[in-house]
Structure formats: structure tokens, C-alpha cells
């Protein structure tokens, strides 16, 4: 019979490896079993300096005892009264995969000792009459080796779960990719009504045909109104672009609100004024400056500006309340006398967290509300819309 190797893992190397590490560290427990009382009661003593020992003298306490202390080692007679204990390190090795089984066993018994080992039952054997010296070495070996073989198991199941999570992590990315690319399909004819508007309202004008003043004038306020549609679009579509990966870069800088409140409405003069709306505007401490970022700040507002524009009438009133707090900026527009359905609000959450993989055709408006849901939600920003006795609110929370 061929030993192959005194243990699983080459333990010269174990050994310089973890040469620095103290016994009393690994938390091992040892169960020692022999007939012999004396021997179990020596064992103990010798080993009970450095780890924590278990011993019986009888059989039908071997399980039990492993059962309740879970020992990490077993230490055992080969030759015992009714068994051998190769027999009892099988049971044990099925309750504990990971145990270390050594046997103590004279010449005679080595024949199947190796057997044993060969058959990955038995790490190491002792012979009688059991030398200090070797004991104390073949135990500490033996712990060493449970100690690396459960921490390579516990590497492989890290492995194994990261490469789990990073296989779903790249299957989200890859379905978002194909997503967005049928997103921006969908949409990308969104570019041409404000790109024709523009072109043939600039060839108008660098025609040599005559126009009056107030021809001049109203392609001027054409070119301007599709300029701005055309930018918004493009500030959607950039935002939402980034939706689903780690690359929102919010970049927060001390803002003027006033400022901030005076380029929405810029931005969103020329609609206000074709309904002939009026907007008032209510801003607690008006000369305040918050940490936001104010790109996003003022896209998410415009386009839910635009969005209660379009469900306007001629001469409706948007109110905007805007309030900054300690830990966040609410914000909340109410377009009076505007009352949606409950079926029409199920409509519009539908869109808010429309699939990018659907077919539904979207306005830009609809498109710059999703984009500025997507965008809150991610900031981890509250965001909430709903029909109230004086018309349709939607208020959003923004963490500072």
C-alpha cells in the first residue's frame, strides 16, 4: 500500500505559511477517544494548553459528543471495543464533511490506517507508544490544514457568489443596453419636428423674398421655441443615457434658489406665455443658497414644468412652492383646476416607469417627465403625484 501524503495540503508549506499563527487563535476543538482512560486523560492534558478537548472511553458516546461540541478534530483509538474507529471517523465525516481524522494505531493496524488515508478518511496516524513531541506536531498540522481547507472553501463560495452576482449584473446591463438602444429608436424622430421647424424657418428668412417685421419676428420666436425644445430633448436624452449605471455624477455646488428659480423660467417663458398662463411663484427665504446640483435641479424642473403646460388651458394658473430644509429642497407645483382620474393617473405612473423596451409611442413631454422620474429615483429623491381639491400636484423631495 502507497501513502501518497501525510496530508491534502503540502505541509512544509502550511507551516511557513502560518508559522506566525497562535493555537490559541484557531478555536479548535479536539474529541479524543481511546478504551484506554489513561491515555484519553494524557492526551487531554497535553493538548488542553492550546486547544479545547473533548474525551470518552466509550462508543456510544462518540456522536452524541461530536453532535454537541462540533469538534474540528477527532483524535481515535484504531482498534476499540465493538468498532473500529475508521468506522466512527465515516459517520463523523458524513456529519461533518470537514473534520480532520486522525487515528492512533500500532504497526500491526497501519495496512488499513493507509487505506484509510488513501480514501480521504484519515488525515494522519500516531503510533503507540505515542511520542510528546510528534502528537503536538500532528495535531497542530492537522489544524493548520482544517483551518486552510475551510478557508479555501469559504474563498470559493465568496468567488462563486460574487461571479453569481456579477453575471446577473451583467445581464441587467446588457438587457438596459438593449433597452435604451429601442428607446432611443423610438424617440429619435423626436429631433425632426424641431429640426424642420427651425431649418425651414431660417431658410425663410435668408430667402431673398421680402418679409415684414412681424414676419421677422414670429420666425425669430419659431427658431427660439424649437431651439429650446430641441435643447431639452438633448438633455433628456444625455441624462437618460446614464440611467441604470454608476456614472450619475451628481457634482452638488452652493446655489442661489433665486438664480436657479429665474432660469426655469426662462427656459419656459415662451410656453407660459402662448396659453396666456400666469405662474406665481411662493419661495420661503428667497435669498437662500442650498448644496444642489443645479443642471439636474433645473432639468427635472423644466420638464415638469413643460409637462403641466401641456395639460393647460388657456389662462390656467401654475403655482410653484418651492421650501428648503435642513436635509432636503421640496418642491411642489399645483396647476389649478386641473383634475385627472384615477385611471388617468395609473396612465401617467405607467409612463413614469414606462419600459424602455415598449413600443409606446411618447411625446417629449411624456419623455422629459420619464427621464426626470428615472433621474429622482435614483438620487433617491421622493417624487409624488396626485389630484387634490384645488387641481393636479406633483411634489418632489430632494435630499441636500
Given at each position: 500500500?502507497?501513502?501518497?501524503?501525510?496530508s491534502?495540503i503540502?505541509?512544509n508549506?502550511?507551516l511557513?505559511?502560518f508559522?506566525?499563527?497562535?493555537?490559541?487563535?484557531?478555536?479548535i476543538k479536539?474529541?479524543?477517544v481511546?478504551t484506554?482512560?489513561?491515555?484519553t486523560?494524557?492526551?487531554s492534558n497535553?493538548?488542553?494548553?492550546s486547544?479545547?478537548?473533548?474525551?470518552?472511553?466509550?462508543e456510544e458516546?462518540?456522536?452524541?459528543?461530536?453532535r454537541?461540541?462540533k469538534p474540528?478534530?477527532?483524535?481515535?483509538n484504531y482498534q476499540?471495543?465493538?468498532?473500529?474507529?475508521?468506522?466512527f471517523?465515516?459517520?463523523?465525516?458524513?456529519l461533518f464533511p470537514d473534520i480532520?481524522g486522525?487515528?492512533?494505531?500500532?504497526y500491526?493496524d497501519?495496512?488499513?490506517?493507509?487505506?484509510?488515508?488513501n480514501?480521504?478518511i484519515v488525515y494522519?496516524?500516531?503510533h503507540?507508544?505515542?511520542?510528546?513531541?510528534?502528537l503536538?506536531n500532528?495535531?497542530?498540522?492537522?489544524?493548520?490544514q482544517y483551518?486552510?481547507?475551510v478557508?479555501q472553501?469559504n474563498l470559493?463560495?465568496t468567488?462563486?457568489k460574487q461571479?453569481?452576482?456579477l453575471?446577473?449584473?451583467?445581464?441587467?446591463?446588457e438587457?438596459?443596453?438593449r433597452?435604451?438602444?429601442a428607446?432611443?429608436r423610438?424617440?429619435s424622430?423626436?429631433f425632426?419636428?424641431?429640426l424642420?421647424?427651425?431649418?425651414a424657418?431660417s431658410e425663410?428668412?435668408w430667402?431673398?423674398?421680402?418679409?415684414s417685421?412681424e414676419?421677422?419676428?414670429t420666425s425669430i420666436?419659431?427658431?427660439?421655441?424649437?431651439?429650446?425644445l430641441?435643447?431639452?430633448i438633448m438633455?433628456n436624452l444625455?441624462s437618460?443615457g446614464k440611467?441604470?449605471?454608476?456614472?450619475?455624477?451628481?457634482?452638488?455646488?452652493e446655489?442661489?434658489l433665486?438664480?436657479l428659480?429665474?432660469a426655469?423660467?426662462?427656459?419656459s417663458?415662451?410656453?407660459?406665455?402662448e396659453?396666456k398662463?400666469?405662474f406665481?411663484?411662493?419661495?420661503i427665504?428667497?435669498d437662500k443658497?442650498?448644496?444642489?446640483?443645479?443642471?439636474i435641479?433645473k432639468?427635472?424642473h423644466?420638464n415638469?414644468l413643460?409637462?403641466?403646460i401641456?395639460?393647460?388651458r388657456?389662462?390656467?394658473t401654475?403655482?410653484?412652492?418651492?421650501?428648503?430644509?435642513?436635509q432636503?429642497?421640496e418642491?411642489t407645483f399645483?396647476?389649478?383646476?386641473?383634475?385627472?382620474s384615477?385611471?388617468e393617473?395609473?396612465?401617467?405612473e405607467q409612463?413614469?416607469?414606462?419600459?424602455m423596451e415598449?413600443?409606446q409611442e411618447?411625446?417629449?413631454i411624456?419623455i422629459g417627465?420619464?427621464?426626470s422620474y428615472?433621474?429622482l429615483?435614483?438620487?433617491?429623491?421622493?417624487f409624488d403625484?396626485?389630484?387634490?381639491?384645488?387641481?393636479?400636484e406633483i411634489?418632489i423631495?430632494?435630499?441636500?
Amino acid at each position: 500500500m502507497i501513502l501518497l501524503r501525510p496530508s491534502r495540503i503540502n505541509g512544509n508549506l502550511l507551516l511557513k505559511r502560518f508559522h506566525k499563527m497562535k493555537l490559541e487563535e484557531m478555536d479548535i476543538k479536539i474529541l479524543i477517544v481511546d478504551t484506554d482512560q489513561m491515555v484519553t486523560m494524557s492526551i487531554s492534558n497535553i493538548l488542553s494548553e492550546s486547544y479545547e478537548t473533548i474525551s470518552t472511553n466509550l462508543e456510544e458516546e462518540i456522536i452524541p459528543l461530536a453532535r454537541k461540541h462540533k469538534p474540528q478534530i477527532v483524535l481515535i483509538n484504531y482498534q476499540l471495543d465493538k468498532r473500529y474507529g475508521i468506522d466512527f471517523l465515516v459517520e463523523l465525516k458524513d456529519l461533518f464533511p470537514d473534520i480532520i481524522g486522525i487515528i492512533i494505531t500500532t504497526y500491526k493496524d497501519l495496512k488499513q490506517v493507509l487505506e484509510g488515508i488513501n480514501a480521504d478518511i484519515v488525515y494522519y496516524y500516531i503510533h503507540k507508544p505515542i511520542n510528546i513531541e510528534t502528537l503536538k506536531n500532528t495535531i497542530h498540522r492537522a489544524a493548520i490544514q482544517y483551518v486552510a481547507e475551510v478557508n479555501q472553501k469559504n474563498l470559493l463560495q465568496t468567488i462563486k457568489k460574487q461571479n453569481l452576482e456579477l453575471n446577473k449584473q451583467n445581464q441587467r446591463l446588457e438587457e438596459l443596453n438593449r433597452q435604451k438602444s429601442a428607446f432611443i429608436r423610438n424617440i429619435s424622430h423626436r429631433f425632426a419636428t424641431p429640426l424642420t421647424a427651425i431649418l425651414a424657418t431660417s431658410e425663410l428668412l435668408w430667402s431673398d423674398k421680402k418679409i415684414s417685421k412681424e414676419c421677422q419676428k414670429t420666425s425669430i420666436h419659431i427658431i427660439y421655441k424649437n431651439a429650446i425644445l430641441l435643447t431639452q430633448i438633448m438633455y433628456n436624452l444625455s441624462s437618460f443615457g446614464k440611467i441604470g449605471f454608476a456614472d450619475i455624477h451628481i457634482f452638488p455646488q452652493e446655489t442661489s434658489l433665486e438664480q436657479l428659480i429665474s432660469a426655469i423660467y426662462q427656459v419656459s417663458y415662451l410656453f407660459l406665455q402662448e396659453k396666456k398662463l400666469k405662474f406665481h411663484v411662493h419661495h420661503i427665504h428667497p435669498d437662500k443658497s442650498v448644496l444642489i446640483d443645479r443642471d439636474i435641479f433645473k432639468l427635472i424642473h423644466v420638464n415638469i414644468l413643460n409637462y403641466l403646460i401641456s395639460l393647460s388651458r388657456a389662462k390656467d394658473t401654475i403655482e410653484w412652492k418651492l421650501h428648503s430644509q435642513k436635509q432636503a429642497l421640496e418642491s411642489t407645483f399645483l396647476l389649478l383646476n386641473c383634475f385627472l382620474s384615477e385611471e388617468e393617473l395609473i396612465s401617467l405612473e405607467q409612463k413614469m416607469v414606462y419600459s424602455m423596451e415598449s413600443q409606446q409611442e411618447l411625446s417629449n413631454i411624456e419623455i422629459g417627465l420619464v427621464v426626470s422620474y428615472f433621474i429622482l429615483s435614483q438620487a433617491g429623491a421622493m417624487f409624488d403625484i396626485s389630484t387634490t381639491p384645488k387641481g393636479l400636484e406633483i411634489n418632489i423631495q430632494i435630499p441636500l
